[in-house]
């Protein structure tokens, strides 16, 4: 089976840097997703990691260690656009399993 | 359509009522998912289709949901004597190459479903 954990609630400041962590155990591993979710909407496709690193792309990042069973999320210049439930997903054999979603409020 | 569309965004049912609920994918895209998301929990994964079979229906959660899909488009998912606890968000997703291989899922907006 799959087990995924991230944090429930983050508060960060606008313009500032925050990383939402995730950490998985799963019976198989074909890359971890990342999406953002704004309230009342669909999920939107914000990262994928297959390999172990770093994958930028704008202003978010994201990481992988498989080993370890860990990503973040990294978010820089964060704008208040930015609140969002963040939802880390892992690639088993054939399906998603995501993980309950990170709300995160950015404030002025 | 340009993206994935659902219908109807909202459904207010009585329980014990059957509901259908349709998603159009992606044109294209081969592969179909369904999940449900309730208040405070993650997607959960219902049903996988690859064109029209289902290869992967181990999230249904009772015999009262079905799903099927034809011509390898439109899917519905149909949810029979209704019950409270079934209410919640119904979001479909379409990739284009399918479960094993790595494309991106894309979502529709959902159906909000409320049994009362």
Known sequence: GQNIDQPTEMTATEGAIVQINCTYQTSGF???????????????FLSYNVLDGLEEKGRFSSFLSRSKGYSYLLLKELQMKDSASYLCAVKGYSTLTFGKGTMLLVSP | GAGVSQSPSNKVTEKGKDVELRCDPISGHTALY????????????LIYFQGNSAPDKSGLPSDRFSAERTGGSVSTLTIQRTQQED???????????????TDTQYFGPGTRLTVL
């Open chain 1, 30 to 44: 074909n890359g971890l997703f990342w999406y953002q979710q704004h309230a009342g909407e669909a999920p939107t």
């Open chain 2, 34 to 45: 369904w999940y449900r998301q309730s208040l405070g929990q993650g997607l959960e994964f």
């Open chain 2, 87 to 101: 209410s919640a968000v119904y979001l479909c997703a379409s990739s284009l190459a399918g479960a094993f291989n």
